[in-house]
Nanobody, 127 residues
């Protein structure tokens, strides 16, 4: 039974930093493609960053590249998103997602349909 539990959200001032965590349970972490998505009010869910549990290159959406860093601790089965130089437009509910496959490089953006397991989300508010 795959379970993803996010934490670390909160309120932060523009220009500040925040780190999100996603603890994974019930699956072999190294065999899964892991990702962070976010959903802003009135918007569709969008992919933010992606990494393969078994290691390899990361992918970022253009709007966060150079500011956000995705990383993982395989021993702890935990995914992280380090958010730096945050902007008000980063305000959203952030979701951890996983799928039992290698990651593939998206042509344009990550699709939520490609991920079968989701956490409950953690709210990030930038003011």
């Amino acid at each position: 039974h795959v379970q993803l539990v996010e934490s670390g959200g909160g309120s932060v001032q523009a220009g500040g930093s925040l780190r999100l965590s996603c603890a994974g349970y019930g699956f072999t972490y190294e065999w899964y493609c892991m990702a962070w998505f976010r959903q802003r009010p009135g918007k569709e869910r969008e992919g933010v960053a992606q990494i393969y549990g078994g290691g390899g290159s990361m992918w970022y959406t253009d709007s966060v590249a150079g500011r956000f860093t995705i990383s993982q601790d395989n021993a702890k089965k935990t995914l992280y998103l380090e958010m730096n130089m945050v902007k008000p437009e980063d305000t959203a509910m952030y979701y951890c997602a996983a799928d039992s496959r290698v990651c593939w490089s998206p042509n344009d953006a990550l699709s939520p349909r490609d991920f079968g397991f989701w956490g409950q989300g953690t709210q990030v508010t930038v003011s």
